[in-house]
């Protein structure tokens, strides 16, 4: 499985832009990059994917190097409700199943 | 979004006694769900892959005598934790994969709100 190393924390003010890193060096060609996030006591949420494009929804932009090693997930007007940690994984194609591997994560703390 | 449902929401028990935990599909159908674990300030572990009508796959180290898990229908699957201890205390969140979502790797899984469970 590629491994993503993401920092542990960060603080954003609200309103403003959150731009959140992920590094996946030993991605393979055919993984995509998925962001999940998890508001406290709850279940994860799917925001975004991707496979080399850029891509962007209503709940956020992704943007992946060109040489895929790493990612950034963005959201665009940070609010206290985007307060949550936020995991990037790198999907693994398995025939049980297409399995999601979390790591740490960041926890992100949208300040007012 | 796929909406799935986990009941209950939290549960206490009483050490050595069994409990059960559902994970709905709500409006669609779901031939795999997963089951993780998540202890305080930790990550999600995976611990089982539920295929409907088929035995489960369990990842290394997890017992599976210990967590039954039962995917009987295409909306249903359960997860009992037999002889329960207090280091069993967790919470449990289930996903299913969506599989009208999308091709292959793009197979988006939505999770359900987790069940915490406590073991006195």
């Known amino acids: 499985d590629a491994k993503t190393t993401q920092p542990p924390s960060m603080d954003c003010a609200e309103g403003r832009a959150a731009n959140l890193p992920c590094n996946h060096s030993t991605i393979s060609g055919n993984e995509y990059v998925y962001w999940y996030r998890q508001i406290h006591s709850q279940g994860p949420q799917y925001i975004i994917h991707?496979?080399?494009n850029n891509e962007t929804n209503e709940m956020a932009s992704l943007i992946i190097t060109e040489d895929r090693k790493s990612s950034t997930l963005i959201l665009p007007h940070a609010t206290l409700r985007d307060t949550a940690v936020y995991y990037c994984i790198v999907r693994v194609v398995q025939a049980a199943g297409n399995k999601l591997t979390f790591g740490g994560g960041t926890r992100v703390l949208v300040k007012p | 979004g796929a909406v799935v449902s986990q009941h209950p929401s939290w549960v206490i028990c009483k050490s050595g006694t069994s409990v059960k935990i559902e994970c709905r599909s709500l409006?669609?159908?779901?031939?795999?769900m997963f089951w993780y674990r998540q202890f305080p300030k930790q990550s999600l572990m995976l611990m089982a892959t539920s295929n409907e009508g088929s035995k489960a796959t369990y990842e290394q180290g997890v017992e599976k005598d210990k967590f039954l898990i039962n995917h009987a229908s295409l909306t249903l699957s359960t997860l009992t934790v037999t002889s329960a201890h207090p280091e069993d205390s967790s919470f449990y969140i289930c996903?299913?994969?969506?599989?009208?979502w999308g091709q292959g790797a793009e197979y988006e899984q939505y999770f359900g709100p987790g069940t915490r469970l406590t073991v006195t």
């Open positions: 409006d669609f159908q779901a031939t795999t």
């Open positions: 991707g496979l080399k």
């Open positions: 996903s299913a994969r969506d599989p009208s």
